[in-house]
Structures are given as C-alpha cells and as structure tokens.
C-alpha cells in the first residue's frame, strides 16, 4: 500500500497507520514530507507497526513509485480535485480512500474501497477489500480513467466545445 502526499494532519495517513494493527500482512510506503512527518513515525513505533511502515520523504515525481505500490491510499480529511487519486488510476491502482464527497463524485464504490472517516475500524475494511478484490477493482478504475479522466478524453472534449463554440458564430 503506498501514498504520494505533503504531510499534513488532513491527509489522514496516521489512519492508515493505525489500521495496520488489523491488517498483520501490509506495508505502507508514504512518499512525501512534511510537519507530521515525526508525529506519525513515533505512532507507528507505539503501535508497532514500524517495520511496516517505509517514510521515503519528498519525491520529485512521485507517481513514479506508483508502479511499485500494489494499491494507493489516499484518507483525506478534505481534499480538492484529487490529481494523486488520478494518476493512481492511470496506473490501474486500486484505491483505498475516505468516504469524500469529492471521491464519491469520481468513482464509484465498484471502483475504489472507501472508508468513513468517523469509524476506524472501516479503514482496515477498506485496505483488507482493495487487497482481495485487487484485479476487479484495478481493471474497473483504469477502464474509469480511460473513459473520462485521460488525456485523450479531455482532448475530446475541449475540441467538441470548441467546435459547439464555432457553430453558434
């Protein structure tokens, strides 16, 4: 499981944290750095999940190391336009992500686990479903991607209301 992220306490990785206790067979990779960054490493050492938990600090790039992660979390507390949620499923990710508004208008639950944020014990749920239903989940947010998130289909659209454009003129 991995992450690409600025640390901060809104990002919510200290929930993944916490959920590895219930999920024994996980790693948790978080590219990215940040004020929490000591916060977090000293729960994970209280917990003892530190072995499990692998901080690589920032990347430049950092949707490089997707292809690396066998599923990516992204447990905001708020978030904008999700574009690390995006690039995930570029790759065929599967995705383990809060219960957001702004995730529930992207995808579905048929392609990504969500979580509610209020309940603690949904995040390990969450991670244990994206794990077992890894090839299901991955096939259905790449095919969601490449429908209406590609370049291809941006490029699409915007020459279609450019041409809708023109024909009023």
Known sequence: LGTSSALSPRKGLD???????????????IVGDG?????WERLAENL??????????????AY????????FAIPSHSEGFPLAMLEAAAFGKPIVASNLD????????D??????????????????RVLQDKETLSC????????????DCFYRRYLEIY????AEQ
């Open 64 to 71: 490089r190391y997707l292809p690396y992660f066998d599923a």
């Open 102 to 109: 702004v995730f529930k208008e992207i995808f579905t639950d």
């Open 111 to 128: 392609e990504i686990a969500m979580f509610d944020l209020k309940d603690k014990k949904s995040v390990a749920t969450a991670i244990k």
């Open 48 to 61: 003892g999940v530190a072995d499990r938990v692998l901080f690589v600090g920032y990347k430049k790039a």
């Open 15 to 29: 929930l993944v944290i916490q959920a590895l206790q219930g999920c024994p067979d996980v790693k948790f990779c």
């Open 163 to 166: 041409n809708n454009l023109l």
């Open 35 to 39: 004020a929490v960054r000591k916060e």
């Open 140 to 151: 259905n947010i790449k095919l969601k991607y490449e429908k209406a998130y590609s370049p």
